[in-house]
């Protein structure tokens, strides 16, 4: 016997979701119903179901919204979408966010299987020939430290099907509002379509043993990563140094660790990995300007400054924006586009020699 399908069904009509769950139980699936949809990220990290039923239309969001949020979380999940009337505008607009089918109420139960199973098919098929989705832990001593030095790295995960978490050690409480700061972390985050592990540890004075270690210990045995990307050691903020340092003694078993640049890196930070983010600089630009209460008092959150950064870096790698990686240690392949500094280099010699007179 196969696994059993798991379906989630967000509707906020309760009569609905109550026959539609009959149904499908019967033939052995698993289902979980919300009538609330903003329940529904939550949801598709805790049940990670094969399919997703959905209502056209429910208070405060539209299952379009809805589709995006829910492919944010989990990619490529398969979304039917339910609707009472047989509107072209609506049929349209869901098309366009690419909903996998229609069901006109009232439903069918006999259309609803055919099709539930067979979207169900596709997906894990189509997931079991893919490679292994790479769990991603991305450290920060502060709100917005990861965003800035590898929020485009981050995105990119994401795309590629990923699960990708931030781990954030201090609440930022010496750059303004722990609360103001708490929040923008999370909306970030959710942006993101990231979890966020935040911790309390006194701003400007992390220490670089315990509890640090001790933290970051704990989230590396609760969630796993594969990747891990953390402040560099050549930075000016004794937090971000104190960080760098109690992060690789507690992933030292972790496949891949490399360091992102910070706003405070100094001229010591020494990339060897140069990650295209082309088509994503424009999102992690959104993602650093989440943290409102820093966009006023810092330049590193200056659309311009991120871009600027992205295109220097992008003279050592491909495309036009970069984010640069010290490398620590990879014992395996990292993103795609990453470039050794040494091949650029190798590379420009060449062509400068080319050019030599003979
Ligand atoms: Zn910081």
Known sequence: ??????????????????????????????????????????????????????????????????????????????????????????????????ADEFLTKPISSSDLIAVVARLAEEFRSAKSSMPDPEVVLAIGAHPDDVEIGAGGILLTHRAAGDSVHILTLSRGGRGGHVSDRQSEAFVAAEMLGARLHLEDLPDTEISENEPTVGIIEKVVADIRPTVVYVHSDHDMHQDHRAVHKAA??????????????????????????????DGWLEQKIELVQAHRSQVQVSRYHAPEFLAATARYWARFGEGTACEPLEIVRDSGDLSSGATDVSQALRAQRNARARQLPQ
């Open 248 to 277: 690789l003694l507690a992933t030292r078993n972790v496949r891949s660790v490399s360091c992102y640049q910070s706003a405070s890196a100094t001229v010591d930070f020494r990339p060897n990995r140069f990650v295209n983010i």
């Open 1 to 98: 016997m196969t696994d059993p399908y798991r379906v989630i069904v967000v509707e906020d009509d309760p009569d609905v979701a109550f026959y539609i769950k009959t149904i499908l139980t019967k033939q052995g699936c698993i289902v979980q119903t919300f009538t609330d949809p903003s329940f529904a990220q939550q949801a598709m990290r805790l049940y990670e179901p094969d399919v997703v039923i959905t209502d056209i239309e429910m208070p405060g969001i539209t299952g379009i919204e809805l589709i995006e949020k829910v492919r944010a979380v989990r990619p490529g999940t398969p979304v039917i979408v339910m609707t009472a009337h047989v509107s072209v505008d609506y049929a349209v607009d869901a098309l366009r966010a690419n």
